[in-house]
């Protein structure tokens, strides 16, 4: 699926994604992506949680995000900060904001590449 959404500014924003959850912690001007919660049995080193600086300066967090059957891909502002991270789901649910002050959230399905889906 495809999903943007706009967390209101100075706003902690979290959401559960196929298998990781994405966060952004105004204290620390940082966004993240940690993939601790979903299939990782298969190798210790592929449980991480990844992130990047990210000073809003007053502005709202403008979020576009590509989630697909094995990645999430993450454009933070406008594109300024991007996140890209292989997951492995336990099993398929849609999103579910755990946290934040939202101004904006629209999410729709992609179509398959593979033929025959």
């Known amino acids: 699926y495809e999903l943007t959404a706009t967390v209101a500014t100075g706003h902690e924003f979290r959401i559960a994604l196929a298998g990781a959850e994405l966060g952004y912690d105004p204290a620390k001007s940082e966004i993240w ?54 997951v492995y789901p336990k099993e398929s649910k849609p999103p579910a904001v755990l946290a934040g002050a939202l101004d904006n959230l629209e999410a729709w399905p992609l179509a398959s590449i593979w033929p025959g889906n």
């Open 33 to 86: 992506v940690d993939r601790t919660k979903g299939n990782v049995d298969f190798s210790p080193k592929f449980p991480v949680r990844t992130a990047a600086p990210l000073r809003l300066d007053g502005r709202p967090l403008k979020l576009h995000l590509f989630v697909d059957r094995s990645s999430i891909e993450v454009f933070a502002d406008n594109g300024r900060v991007t996140l890209t991270n292989l």
